[in-house]
């Protein structure tokens, strides 16, 4: 089992900046990947960054430019560095983190998540 806890959520002003942060503990040995989802109201659950082991990144299309991903050396935390942010970027995100099996990502652990307001 792994938990995920992923803090620094807020309100914050169009334009301004935050950094959310997650930490992984539990049978992480095969994390293979770890990342950031979130969801508005009324709205599906979304991609926002993710980033393997290795270092390979993917963001969200609606994110690309304001948002960077990073993991620690231990590679049992994330974070995601957003700035520019707007109102749009509103919604709850959540820390998740992928199993490796071998052959393909067969697990999906999830963080409770954290609520982001983008409002003046």
């Known amino acids: 089992q792994v938990k995920l806890v992923d803090t620094g959520g807020g309100l914050v002003q169009p334009g301004g900046s935050l950094r959310l942060s997650c930490a992984a503990s539990?049978?992480?040995?095969?994390?293979?990947?770890m990342g950031w989802y979130r969801q508005a109201p009324g709205k599906e659950r979304e991609l926002v960054a993710t980033i393997t082991h290795s270092g390979g990144i993917n963001y969200g299309d609606s994110v690309k430019g304001r948002f960077t991903v990073s993991t620690n050396n231990d590679k049992n935390a994330v974070y995601l560095q957003m700035d520019s942010l707007k109102p749009e970027d509103t919604a709850v995100y959540f820390c998740?983190?992928?199993?490796?099996?071998?052959?393909?990502?067969?697990?999906?652990?999830w963080g409770r998540g954290t609520q982001v307001t983008v409002s003046s």
């Open positions: 998740n983190a992928a199993r490796w099996n071998g052959l393909r990502y067969d697990l999906q652990y």
């Open positions: 539990g049978d992480i040995f095969n994390i293979h990947r």
